[in-house]
């Protein structure tokens, strides 16, 4: 499956934006989904996560309560709506795709899709 991720910008800090990720393919529904971010510097870390149906969401303790993913299977699409944004949220946003859910929503190497990125700025 090919993703491509799209939505990101320059923010102000408390402001919004949401980000998209649509996969290539028919079998949309059959991939766990999640969304990784990477700042300068520092290592790729876990953002939130989405199970097959949508049914099973899961965030980090640094976007919890301000980020929501969600999914539309019919328009193979996986959203991250981005709210009260603070400039620690700097950094390149990845959706990922697991084939086969191995349990573990968290760890990037579980993944085996990868889009190619898309730029979150918040400023101050």
């Known amino acids: 499956v090919q993703l491509q991720a799209s939505g990101g910008g320059l923010v102000q800090a408390g402001g919004s934006l949401r980000l998209s990720c649509v996969a290539s393919?028919?079998?949309?529904?059959?991939?766990?989904m999640g969304w990784f971010r990477q700042a300068p510097g520092k290592e790729r870390e876990f953002v939130a996560a989405?199970?097959?149906?949508?049914?099973?969401?899961y965030y980090a303790d640094s976007v919890k309560g301000r980020f929501t993913i969600s999914r539309d299977n019919a328009k193979n699409t996986v959203y991250l709506q981005m709210n009260s944004l603070k400039p620690e949220d700097t950094a390149v946003y990845y959706c990922?795709?697991?084939?086969?859910?191995?349990?573990?929503?968290?760890?990037?190497?579980?993944?085996?899709?990868w889009g190619q990125g898309t730029q979150v700025t918040v400023s101050s």
């Open positions: 990922a795709a697991q084939s086969y859910y191995s349990g573990t929503y968290y760890v990037p190497e579980r993944y085996d899709y």
């Open positions: 989405i199970s097959r149906s949508g049914g099973s969401t």
């Open positions: 393919g028919r079998t949309f529904g059959n991939y766990f």
